[in-house]
């Protein structure tokens, strides 16, 4: 049930992301959401960063948020900001982000979304509410 995704840096600098959509119910036939829309429920540049989104997929599609993300990187905004940015004023979705130094961000403000890291020292880190420790 639900969206996972997840974004990563590799040791060359790559980055990826993916997204795996748990769907939306009662949905007109030859709906199409935004995980296979590209920019929109994932996207990544080697330049600035990644992002996986998750929530109200038209609202995704609109926005192209995960692309948002890498605009908002670009602009200086650490990969938090990012995040925040993208989310704000849009009712229920969330996003995961990564920047091309490895550093983490996510937002959410839909009831409820998990999320998990591993920090510096290699420790698997979670995060059930909304108070991360990035910034």
Known sequence: MGTVGAVALDVHG???SATSTG???HKLKGRVG???IFGAGGYSDNRYGGASATGHGEKIMRTLMSRGVID????GKTAHQAALAVTH???NVGIITLDKEGRIGAAH???FMPTAWVN???QI???MGNDYPFG
């Open 89 to 91: 004023g849009i009712d």
């Open 23 to 25: 769907g939306t119910p």
């Open 125 to 127: 880190q979670v995060n």
């Open 109 to 111: 403000n839909t009831p």
């Open 14 to 16: 790559n980055i990826a």
């Open 34 to 36: 935004d995980v296979p």
């Open 72 to 75: 908002e990187l670009r602009m």
């Open 120 to 122: 510096d020292d290699g």
